[in-house]
């Protein structure tokens, strides 16, 4: 067994130079990657369309069936879904139905999450609504069946440009591989920015369960301005419209609990959403709650298909930032979805391709009136328990939503505006579980927590876009923090084992005599180098800095001493050149008789 050599950098590099034809062999992987050939064209194909790799193998036997009974759930709870969301993207509510249907139908097509529900989600819509609403605040354009696209409301055309631009960054973004952007919001500021979402989104909502009108706000602190006014018109609350907002809250809250509780016994949920949409339409048809009791409703849902027609440019530059921000947080919501279903079910989903097929799913949407989509958890646990095993679902809940436009839009036009508003607060509960992140994040991780309560505290305060970049540039931070601040540790073998751990944590181990084993829990760099020097000084037992003086002192002796020997054998060899070249002297003989 031959011993190891210890090589410095120079030394390394004589004994294995690095290679000197990097640029030919980048050429050639270029002109391989430029090449067209039919291998690469159908590679090429299949990447950007996976749905032509899957469906002609698609298992009918196995996964047909639950994926018809998971789409036919699905569509149902997004029919209420969409109808009230839309109310939250401060639009009328048929355009929550276009918005389920023709993104959904894209991203079924160029998705590879098999689990996920895209469609209209509570976080994006609300964040579109505080720029429709800030840009158009008085919008009061209503749709019926006649309408040409030039009738089209001032908001439901901000909603299209916003949509348009947030397709088109996801797009390009996913095409130049930028999917690892979602590695920069951490899981404590996704949470944490939800979290205070919902809040913003809750308080929307009061206006519709107490039946006020309230003015709406975009600006920093406008939550506590909203909720100031809120308060401030409890006394004209309209009673019809509590009563029927908190009864829905109560039942729908009732039935899902009962859902979660015997899941194992029945195969389809409740459709809680859906029937608490038809009694109430019912009981307000009958009673006439609108004119009678005063209570807002829905209004005229135009029933049909629209014609695609093009965003208006002229308000791009009105809501660039804007959809900049949706753009990375609708993304970011789904694809953290669909890694944990891709987990769980034993595949794999592409970060880019997701990006890109998102992207496309708003800008094509973006044409037909709708607003911009996401991926909502409670939908995509409803599709995964129920049987859900490929994109076919999202095709079938489609087919569910464009019956909905095409017959049954006109028999909703008498649904309350407050059971839409408890349709969304109730199908919040599971982001305020977030909350117990707090208790939990104290616990393991004192950092995250900051980033969870600072993003919290900013969305609050400052509304959803600035917050968001407050938190983004909070997290970058203390990213920079951790690796200013590493944890330093000298390891010791556990007995026994080849495990090692802090000796400084762990009693059991030992500290291998003659070797010191030293982790840094980052990566070295310039900016810590510093540190990280001074660490492994302090933890050698050793002082290093005395050591390395002698070691110099040394070493400028040895030098010394070798300059006076190169001396003295230089000046002997110059002796010996200059005796060589001198003529040698004659020399007598006597000879003696």
Same mark, same amino acid.
């Given at each position: 067994? !031959?011993? *190891? #050599? =210890?090589?410095?950098?120079?030394?390394?590099?004589?004994?294995?130079?690095?290679? /000197? $034809?990097? %640029?030919? +062999?980048?050429?050639?992987?270029?002109?391989?990657?430029?090449?067209?050939?039919?291998?690469?064209?159908?590679?090429?194909?299949?990447?950007?369309?996976?749905?032509?790799?899957?469906?002609?193998?698609?298992?009918?036997?196995?996964?047909?069936?639950?994926?018809?009974?998971?789409?036919?759930?699905?569509?149902?709870?997004?029919?209420?879904?969409?109808?009230?969301?839309?109310?939250?993207?401060?639009?009328?509510?048929?355009?929550?139905?276009?918005?389920?249907?023709?993104?959904?139908?894209?991203?079924?097509?160029?998705?590879?999450?098999?689990?996920?529900?895209?469609?209209?989600?509570?976080?994006?819509?609300?964040?579109?609504?505080?720029? !429709?609403? *800030? #840009? =158009?605040?008085?919008?009061?354009?209503?749709?019926?069946?006649?309408?040409?696209? /030039? $009738?089209? %409301?001032? +908001?439901?055309?901000?909603?299209?440009?916003?949509?348009?631009?947030?397709?088109?960054?996801?797009?390009?973004?996913?095409?130049?591989?930028?999917?690892?952007?979602?590695?920069?919001?951490?899981?404590?500021?996704?949470?944490?920015?939800?979290?205070?979402?919902?809040?913003?989104?809750?308080?929307?909502?009061?206006?519709?369960?107490?039946?006020?009108?309230?003015?709406?706000?975009?600006?920093?602190?406008?939550?506590?301005?909203?909720?100031?006014?809120?308060?401030?018109?409890?006394?004209?609350?309209?009673?019809?419209?509590?009563?029927?907002?908190?009864?829905?809250?109560?039942?729908?809250?009732?039935?899902?609990?009962?859902?979660?509780?015997?899941? *194992?016994?029945?195969?389809?949920?409740?459709?809680?959403?859906?029937?608490?949409?038809?009694?109430?339409?019912?009981?307000?048809?009958?009673?006439?709650?609108?004119?009678?009791?005063?209570?807002?409703?829905?209004?005229?849902?135009?029933?049909?298909?629209?014609?695609?027609?093009?965003?208006?440019?002229?308000?791009?530059?009105?809501?660039?930032?804007?959809?900049?921000?949706?753009?990375?947080?609708?993304?970011?919501?789904?694809?953290?979805?669909?890694?944990?279903?891709?987990?769980?079910?034993?595949?794999?989903?592409?970060?880019?391709?997701?990006?890109?097929?998102?992207?496309?799913?708003?800008?094509?949407?973006?044409?037909?009136?709708?607003?911009?989509?996401?991926?909502?958890?409670?939908?995509?646990?409803?599709?995964?328990?129920?049987?859900?095993?490929?994109?076919?679902?999202?095709?079938?809940?489609?087919?569910?939503?464009?019956?909905?436009?095409?017959?049954?839009?006109?028999?909703?036009?008498?649904?309350?505006?407050?059971?839409?508003?408890?349709?969304?607060?109730?199908?919040?509960?599971?982001?305020?579980?977030?909350?117990?992140?707090?208790?939990?994040?104290?616990?393991?991780?004192?950092?995250?927590?900051?980033?969870?309560?600072?993003?919290?505290?900013?969305?609050?305060?400052?509304?959803?876009?600035?917050?968001?970049?407050?938190?983004?540039?909070?997290?970058?931070?203390?990213?920079?923090?951790?690796?200013?601040?590493?944890?330093?540790?000298?390891?010791?073998?556990?007995?026994?084992?080849?495990?090692?751990?802090?000796?400084?944590?762990?009693?059991?181990?030992?500290?291998?005599?003659?070797?010191?084993?030293?982790?840094?829990?980052?990566?070295?760099?310039?900016?810590?180098?510093?540190?990280?020097?001074?660490?492994?000084?302090?933890?050698?037992?050793?002082?290093?800095?005395?050591?390395?003086?002698?070691?110099?002192?040394?070493?400028?002796?040895?030098?010394?001493?070798?300059?006076?020997?190169?001396?003295?054998?230089?000046?002997?060899?110059?002796?010996?050149?200059?005796?060589?070249?001198?003529?040698?002297?004659?020399?007598?003989?006597?000879?003696?008789?």
């Amino acid at each position: 067994m !031959t011993a *190891s #050599l =210890v090589l410095s950098e120079a030394e390394l590099e004589n004994v294995a130079p690095k290679s /000197t $034809d990097r %640029g030919p +062999r980048l050429l050639t992987r270029m002109r391989r990657r430029l090449r067209c050939s039919g291998p690469i064209a159908k590679s090429f194909l299949l990447k950007f369309i996976p749905i032509l790799s899957w469906l002609p193998h698609y298992p009918f036997k196995e996964w047909l069936l639950g994926d018809v009974i998971s789409g036919l759930s699905v569509g149902i709870i997004q029919l209420p879904q969409g109808l009230a969301y839309a109310l939250l993207a401060g639009v009328p509510p048929v355009f929550g139905l276009y918005s389920s249907f023709y993104p959904v139908i894209i991203y079924s097509i160029f998705g590879t999450s098999r689990h996920i529900s895209p469609g209209t989600f509570a976080v994006i819509s609300v964040m579109v609504g505080s720029v !429709t609403e *800030s #840009l =158009v605040p008085n919008d009061t354009v209503v749709l019926t069946g006649n309408d040409s696209v /030039t $009738d089209v %409301g001032d +908001r439901v055309a901000v909603a299209a440009a916003l949509t348009f631009l947030v397709g088109l960054f996801q797009i390009v973004l996913g095409l130049v591989q930028f999917g690892f952007v979602v590695t920069y919001l951490s899981e404590p500021l996704i949470r944490g920015y939800t979290t205070a979402a919902a809040i913003h989104v809750t308080v929307s909502q009061l206006k519709s369960i107490l039946g006020v009108s309230v003015m709406q706000r975009s600006n920093a602190l406008s939550l506590i301005y909203t909720v100031i006014e809120v308060c401030s018109k409890i006394p004209e609350t309209n009673p019809a419209s509590l009563i029927t907002g908190l009864i829905a809250i109560f039942v729908m809250f009732a039935v899902k609990y009962l859902n979660v509780k015997y899941n *194992s016994k029945i195969r389809m949920p409740i459709p809680i959403e859906l029937l608490t949409l038809i009694v109430a339409t019912g009981i307000s048809y009958g009673v006439n709650l609108n004119k009678t009791y005063g209570v807002d409703i829905v209004g005229v849902i135009p029933v049909g298909m629209k014609a695609p027609v093009l965003p208006r440019t002229e308000l791009f530059a009105k809501v660039v930032g804007n959809a900049f921000a949706i753009a990375v947080v609708a993304y970011a919501f789904t694809i953290s979805l669909a890694k944990m279903f891709a987990v769980k079910h034993g595949y794999v989903v592409d970060n880019n391709q997701e990006l890109f097929a998102l992207g496309l799913s708003n800008f094509v949407g973006s044409f037909f009136h709708c607003f911009t989509i996401g991926t909502a958890m409670s939908r995509s646990l409803v599709q995964e328990s129920t049987g859900g095993n490929s994109q076919v679902a999202g095709v079938v809940s489609c087919l569910v939503i464009l019956v909905i436009i095409l017959k049954a839009g006109q028999l909703f036009e008498t649904l309350p505006k407050a059971i839409l508003a408890a349709v969304v607060i109730v199908n919040l509960k599971g982001i305020y579980k977030q909350f117990l992140d707090i208790p939990a994040l104290w616990r393991t991780n004192r950092i995250d927590l900051l980033v969870w309560l600072v993003t919290f505290v900013s969305t609050i305060l400052l509304n959803l876009d600035i917050g968001l970049g407050v938190s983004v540039a909070f997290s970058l931070l203390t990213v920079i923090f951790r690796t200013q601040l590493p944890h330093y540790s000298v390891l010791g073998q556990i007995s026994n084992t080849d495990i090692y751990r802090d000796v400084s944590k762990y009693t059991q181990a030992k500290e291998i005599p003659g070797i010191k084993i030293f982790r840094s829990s980052c990566t070295l760099y310039f900016a810590n180098a510093d540190l990280y020097a001074d660490a492994v000084k302090k933890m050698s037992g050793l002082d290093v800095d005395k050591l390395i003086a002698m070691k110099k002192k040394a070493v400028k002796k040895q030098k010394r001493m070798q300059e006076k020997n190169e001396k003295k054998a230089a000046k002997e060899t110059q002796l010996k050149h200059r005796g060589a070249g001198k003529p040698e002297k004659a020399s007598l003989s006597f000879i003696y008789p």
